[in-house]
């Protein structure tokens, strides 16, 4: 049974850089057929997608947040990150990592979700 | 690109049907079937019911159907369920390997 877990910090200070990590447990996320993302949701609002990668490291950014974001993939480890520089209050969310579905289908959705973190930008 | 408009409530009595409606533009919704739908209950992760428009994952109960028109799309729930009572989430496909979601309908089981 695929998992999804995320890791880091819940408190950034404004300015400071988030970061955040999705350990995948039940499938290797060097498998060619799918990709890996980021969704986040501000408290009491949608869901926003930020990003998705491939295990080879090809990336895609949400326009509205590319200039902030980097995400990479540690096969070593079978984990991605998501790394958000300038973080504001607005940054505060829940953020989730998630399964894109099988590429060989197309698999324009998100099948597989970890439980979410909060990440707090305060000072 | 902008978040999909979706009605903030619906509601129906058990056993009735309910439907929510999600618009786009023609370069999401409406230029692709890559439309998918979320159910999200309180604390938790959202759950993936409707993918490809129409199409349910393995052990979505078939009362979750899905369809589009031109720039709508639209999730009914039939014969509705105290359990169905969550947060309904769109998401389409928007080119170059995008995403877009819309900002939600809360569905309450009266």
């Known amino acids: 049974q695929l998992q999804l877990q995320e890791s880091g910090p819940g408190l950034v200070k404004p300015s400071e850089t988030l970061s955040l990590t999705c350990t995948v447990s039940g499938d290797s996320i060097s498998s060619s057929h799918y990709y890996w993302g980021w969704i986040r949701q501000p408290p009491g609002k949608g869901l926003e997608w930020i990003a998705t990668?491939?295990?080879?490291?090809?990336?895609y950014y949400n326009p509205s947040l590319k200039s902030r974001v980097t995400t990479s993939v540690d096969t070593s480890n079978n984990q991605f990150s998501l790394k958000l520089t300038s973080v504001t209050a607005a940054d505060t969310a829940i953020y989730y990592c998630?399964?894109?579905?099988?590429?060989?289908?197309?698999?324009?959705?998100?099948?597989?979700w970890g439980q979410g973190t909060l990440v707090t930008v305060s000072s | 690109q902008s978040a999909l408009t979706q009605s903030p409530s619906a509601s129906g009595s058990p056993g009735q049907s309910v439907t929510i409606s999600c618009t786009g533009t023609s370069s999401d919704v409406g230029g692709y079937n890559y439309v998918s739908w979320y159910q999200q209950h309180p604390g938790k992760a959202p759950k993936l019911m409707i993918y490809?428009?129409?199409e349910r994952p393995s052990g979505v109960p078939d009362r979750f159907s899905g369809s589009k028109s031109g720039n709508t799309a639209s999730l009914t729930v039939s014969g509705l369920q105290a359990e169905d009572e969550a947060d309904y989430y769109c998401s389409s496909y928007a080119g170059s390997n995008n995403f877009v979601f819309g900002i939600g309908t809360k569905v309450t089981v009266l």
């Open positions: 490809e428009v129409s």
């Open positions: 990668i491939y295990y080879s490291g090809s990336t």
């Open positions: 998630a399964r894109r579905g099988n590429i060989t289908m197309a698999g324009y959705y998100f099948d597989y």
